[in-house]
């Protein structure tokens, strides 16, 4: 199960001086358990059988009187077992039954593919399920479902599948694989989940932190998908997908007006700030992160628990304050977010009105249910907690685990309890507690409730798919969401017009917002949609009508009127009617379109997801836009204004637009004496990543002005960089620009940069920027400068000399003439170098480094056994890590966080964790996997895919830099199979630092 996991995943690295990232490699080795070392290495152990006293399961009405409530509302059983099992999702259909995903098989070592589907009914009408079919049986790991078209979508990676009953014996006899290849973790962790309706007709679903290459049946085998970290959106009708913005782990929710939110472990609320179908349009915007956490708290948001801490947890947490593993942690084992699930949006009209909205998540480590209530933000939320003195539903009974919500036909918040004794993944719990633990006790038993107000009247519920068309469109108005989605669901599957002048009078005169809305995409579904009634849309009262009418008039581009509607919402009053205008107006082209951005901009400068918004709709008219706002003299005074500019630069250099490059020259010429300063940088932005018809129109022009910006550009630059009377932060800025000058001019500025008399941070970017310079002089530079260089600094600069094929032979040739320490090149360095696909370089590498032998690991691993005996100083351990960690994760204000939380290292068994530190490649995780990506202009950058979106992807460094690379840009992406984390570490700490090291992480609070 996705988020079942309490453990949050960390990441690598590959560098030997970023040993702490040897943690991550043990986070990518979860799947193994301390007792695969060599036992007869392995420290006595001593058994807890005495204190580990299992908490026995409550039957279900037993367990329903375990909760306790927000006072305004009551908690209903509605199916328990042995009608299902293992509930970790469910859908309804129109007819009011619901289909329910079992993973039975969760934290089951041994045995796979016997979860199944049940078809659950109340046949008697009371509100109670009372019949169970196995609709889906044998079934490996599914983790989500859907209906449509009078069957369901089925998610079992690495498959979804569409299953139907076509006899009406509740069993399904149609199963088609509709798409194939999503990721399936080892520890059913992190897989595609939450299939969700959106208004605009589609099926939206979130692919976790697995992704996969995906097929598509209807696209054909030729065409795959990448969808790590995206969203995937299905047309149900076709089968077609397309891919969205993604994030989160389990649970992702739409709320009533389509927004997008997504939770994780240790993240208990996020939402997406864009779509990223709109940021694929200009493959030259390199947009922030989507998701944005809007939880004050975050992980550390103190959660109210009421149930007893079970006794496992009391002993880890024991175990972990001895001292042979480290200090106390300082803290009790549970009351903050671990295990963050299944996040839900409230869309029912069973509850007060106030609660429409509201986000549910489950916490089923600490058997509770978090509630929180969004509100605005700028373009943003936050959602600060709802309920002050006590969580709005937590329970007594430690089995308790709700892992899934969904909003019902009744109007009822529906809760799904897996019902397990463990819900951690068994590979987190230290060996000497597992044994004493049943990692699948529970798996034949599972719970769904129902939650509602205490004057509840369950309505009587109909069989819309016996309702005429006519009818279903009058559901349109209702307030329950699940009814609206279910009529709309339906009116697009039946594809029945004759309801279009229905929809037309539903979508101008129903006085409810989301039914004008939700009326418009049913017309745009049924292609019925015209002008006139879409301008009426465009001109509500209501912001997020026009919201809605902005997305569909994409579709009505060439239309005159439409697109002037369109222009006059530049300025509208709302700002989030702005922001969703500044994608939309990407669809339309015409000058008007580009000066209603760069009003949208004028107004909203300070607002980076506004700026991103206009940057996504400018593949076209960059030039056009630039040259409006340097005409705004006030708008020039802003930093932001001028930094965009530069962005715009950026981009008109990188395009092959002639019309762009002496739309923006002839700008930079009229700006006044005291914006120089701003055209020189822009004239910098307009180089740094220059096409080649940019420097031919450079090159061309007679323009007396871009001569003087040419010849003066990298005089101040290098005046600016080698300036010591500067500060250093201003030094630093331009060293960048020194990579696009002529290499006779710059190398030797450079070779003063990398001087010991330099700062630290000069010399680092000094060397980092160098990558940038192609020239066969480069590593020369950087072979003599190699005495004086700071092991932090050599870390840099073997990254710099990896990222070119002739630099490496250079490389090379610096380690056989004694000039560079083969110690300086770390294992996994050498490594990449043996299996290069350079045969040239492989041969010289393997000769050269063919003493270069790590010990094997089983040996290694038996020679640090010791290190569990030995006592632990989390003082020295301090230390270890400052000199071995640092560059990469950041602990008590100490270090640079590359890597993931480490805190969260307290969770582990520390002898699984040594295990896994010292052999990392046992087994790798596919986000912990060393890449090489290659850029169009030969560059070769290696480390961990730390982020990526439709146009790039941020690779994470060993040398703790980062790099963002437009998909533009890339020529290869290739996976080294390699863990983030080297092996080797035993060459640079030994078991007693080890040891202190271990009893320092244990020890943070």
């Avoid at 068309?469 to 279910?486: F, H, M, P």
């Amino acid at each position: 199960m996705p988020s079942l996991r309490v453990s949050t995943h960390l990441s690598r690295n590959f560098s030997l001086i970023l040993f702490l990232c040897v943690l991550v490699g043990f986070i990518s080795s979860l799947t193994l358990t301390a007792n695969s070392a060599d036992k007869s290495a392995s420290p006595k152990k001593v058994d807890y059988a005495a204190e580990m006293k299992r908490i026995p399961p409550r039957a279900p009405k037993d367990a329903l009187k375990s909760f306790k409530i927000h006072p305004d509302f009551k908690i209903e059983l509605v199916a328990a077992e042995p009608l299902l099992r293992d509930p970790v999702a469910m859908c309804f259909d129109a007819r009011g039954r619901a289909y329910v995903v079992e993973m039975s098989e969760y934290n089951d070592a041994h045995k796979e593919g016997y979860s199944s589907v049940k078809l659950l009914e109340d046949t008697d009408g009371d509100g109670v399920f009372d019949k169970s079919s196995p609709f889906l049986t044998d079934v490996t790991l599914p983790t989500a479902v859907f209906c449509s078209q009078g069957g369901v979508f089925v998610g079992a990676p690495p498959y979804v599948y569409y299953c139907k009953d076509t006899n009406g014996d509740g069993k399904a006899d149609v199963r088609e694989v509709v798409m194939e290849g999503f990721g399936r973790d080892k520890g059913d962790e992190g897989m595609i989940n939450s299939f969700r309706w959106g208004m605009d007709n589609r099926i939206y679903f979130s692919t976790g932190i697995d992704g996969g290459m995906v097929t598509v049946a209807a696209e054909g085998p030729e065409k795959q998908f990448n969808t790590k970290g995206r969203g995937v959106i299905l047309d149900p009708a076709t089968r077609k997908i397309e891919l969205t913005t993604g994030g989160g782990q389990h649970g992702m929710s739409l709320g009533i007006w389509n927004r997008a939110f997504v939770c994780a472990n240790s993240v208990p609320m996020q939402v997406l700030m864009y779509d990223d179908r709109y940021i694929a349009r200009n493959p030259y915007l390199a947009p922030p992160p989507a998701p944005v956490n809007i939880a004050p708290g975050g992980k550390f948001t103190k959660l109210m628990r009421i149930s007893q801490i079970e006794p496992w947890r009391i002993l880890r947490t024991r175990l972990r304050a001895a001292s042979e593993r480290g200090d106390s942690e300082g803290g009790k084992p549970s009351g903050f977010f671990t295990a963050a699930t299944g996040i839900t949006a409230y869309r029912g009209d069973a509850w007060p009105l106030e609660y429409q909205g509201n986000l549910f998540v489950g916490e089923p480590a600490n058997n509770l249910v978090y509630r929180a209530a969004p509100k605005p933000d700028g373009l943003s939320l936050v959602a600060p907690r709802a309920d002050q003195d006590a969580e709005f539903l937590a329970s007594t009974d430690v089995w308790f685990r709700p892992v899934q919500f969904e909003n019902g036909p009744d109007g009822a918040l529906y809760v799904l309890d897996m019902y397990r004794e463990l819900i951690e993944g068994a590979p987190f719990i230290p060996e000497e507690i597992l044994k004493h633990i049943d990692p699948i006790g529970g798996q034949d038993k599972g719970r769904i409730y129902r939650i509602v107000p205490k004057n509840f009247e369950r309505p009587a519920l109909s069989d819309l798919t016996k309702l005429s068309s006519k009818e279903l469109v009058a559901l349109l108005d209702s307030d329950n969401g699940w009814t609206r989605d279910t009529a709309q669901r339906l009116i697009y599957e039946r594809q029945d017009t004759s309801v279009v002048p229905d929809l037309k009078q539903l979508a101008a005169a129903s006085r409810k917002p989301v039914t004008r809305a939700t009326a418009l995409w049913s017309l745009e579904g049924l292609n019925s949609l015209d002008a006139d009634t879409l301008l009426k849309g465009l001109k509500d009262q209501d912001p997020q009508v026009c919201i809605q009418s902005s997305r569909i008039a994409e579709r009505f581009a060439k239309d005159a009127q439409v697109q002037q509607a369109m222009i006059a919402l530049a300025g509208h009053d709302s700002i989030e009617v702005q922001y969703q205008a500044a994608f939309s107006l990407g669809a339309f082209e015409n000058s008007a379109r580009n000066q209603a951005l760069a009003m949208l901009l004028s107004k909203n400068v300070d607002n980076k997801w506004m700026r991103m918004a206009v940057q996504s709709s400018l593949n076209q008219g960059a030039g056009e836009v630039f040259v409006l706002l340097a005409r705004n003299s006030d708008l020039l005074e802003n930093k932001q204004t001028q930094a965009f500019l530069g962005t715009l630069a950026t981009q008109i250099g990188a395009q092959s637009d002639v019309e762009n490059v002496k739309l923006l020259m002839g700008a930079l010429e009229s700006l006044p004496q005291s914006q120089q300063k701003l055209a020189q940088q822009s004239f910098r932005n307009l180089l740094s990543r220059a096409s080649t018809s940019t420097k031919q129109v450079l090159a061309k022009s007679k323009s007396e002005y871009t001569a003087q910006l040419l010849s003066g550009m990298m005089k101040s630059t290098i005046e600016q960089a080698t300036n010591s009377k500067l500060p250093v932060k201003t030094r630093v800025e331009a060293i960048p620009t020194l990579s696009i000058g002529s290499p006779d001019e710059t190398l030797p500025v450079f070779e003063e940069l990398l001087s010991v008399q330099q700062p630290l941070p000069i010399r680092q970017k000094a060397i980092t920027t160098l990558g940038l310079v192609n020239d066969e002089r480069v590593p020369e530079l950087l072979v003599e400068a190699w005495p004086g260089l700071s092991p932090q600094l050599r870390m840099s600069a073997v990254e710099t000399l990896f990222s070119r094929q002739p630099w490496q032979v250079a490389l090379l040739d610096a380690v056989k003439a004694g000039d560079i320490n083969s110690g300086d090149i770390s294992p996994e360095r050498v490594q990449l170098l043996k299996s290069s696909q350079d045969k040239a370089i492989k041969k010289r590498a393997t000769d050269l480094f063919q003493n270069q032998r790590l010990t094997g690991r089983s040996d290694v691993i038996k020679q640090y056994q010791s290190s569990l005996k030995l006592k632990g100083d989390p003082a020295n351990g301090k230390l270890v890590f400052k000199k071995n960690c640092a560059a990469c994760h950041r602990l008590e204000n100490v270090g640079v966080q590359l890597g993931a939380d480490l805190k969260a290292i307290k969770d582990r068994g520390t002898e699984a964790v040594l295990l896994n530190i010292l052999d990392p490649n046992r087994e790798v995780k596919p986000q912990y996997v060393t890449y090489l990506l290659v850029t169009t202009q030969g560059r070769t950058i290696t480390g961990l895919i730390k982020a990526e979106n439709a146009n790039s992807i941020t690779i994470a460094r060993a040398d703790g830099t980062s790099d963002t690379v437009l998909r533009i840009d890339i020529d290869e992406l290739i996976s080294s199979k390699l863990s983030f984390m080297p092996e080797g570490l035993e060459k640079q700490i030994n078991q007693q630092q080890m040891a202190d090291l271990l009893a320092y992480l244990n020890s943070i609070r």
